[in-house]
Structures are given as C-alpha cells and as structure tokens.
C-alpha cells in the first residue's frame, strides 16, 4: 500500500497540484472540519458508493490518524483503484478546515 504523510500532502495541495482526497471518517467527525474539496464516504459506505471513485484517478485516503483511511486504501486496492493512505491523518493537519 502506498503511503504519505500529511506534511507531504499538504505541500501538494499548497502547490496547486490536482489531488483527490477521499475522507472516511464518520458524519459526526466530519462535521468538525474536513480538508478544504475532500469528498466525505464514510469508510463502512465505500463497498456501496463505488459509483462515486473514478477508476482514472488517484486518491489520497483520510481519516482520523491513518488506521481507518489504511484500510480503505487496502480495499480499494484490491477493487483496482489508484490510492494512497495519508498517515497520520487530519490529527497532522494544520491547514484551513471546510464544515
């Protein structure tokens, strides 16, 4: 699985570089704040909202540290889809957050 950490992420997004962030933390969490143009599916919804995961994109994988996001990433993987799991998750995020 490939993996990244916020820092480096967060550089990406800085640089105006074209990233996909999927975020799977529950409602509840994501109401405190999300990475600006994150698309929230909660990880338990993600077998059933595939529709919503361009096969021709990369993904970078949220969650709260990067446990819930691994395995999301590990998922799907294994469905075919280009991913990387951000370690550390929105614990390591400084940036502006979108309610």
């Known amino acids: 699985m490939k993996q990244i950490d916020m820092q480096a992420l967060t550089e990406k997004i800085k640089n105006k570089e074209d990233v996909n ?10 109401a405190q704040g999300k990475i600006p143009g ?3 599916i909660p990880l338990g919804e993600i077998p059933d909202r595939l529709d919503e995961v361009d096969e021709n994109k ?3 994988m ?3 540290s990067g446990g819930r996001s691994g395995k999301a ?3 799907l993987q294994k469905e075919g889809y280009d991913v ?10 400084d940036g502006d957050v979108e309610k």
């Open 62 to 64: 949220v969650c709260r």
């Open 21 to 30: 962030v999927i975020d799977v933390r529950e409602d509840d969490e994501v």
């Open 38 to 40: 994150a698309k929230h």
């Open 73 to 75: 990433s590990e998922f």
């Open 84 to 93: 990387t799991n951000v370690d550390g998750g929105m614990l390591a995020w």
């Open 58 to 60: 990369h993904y970078y």
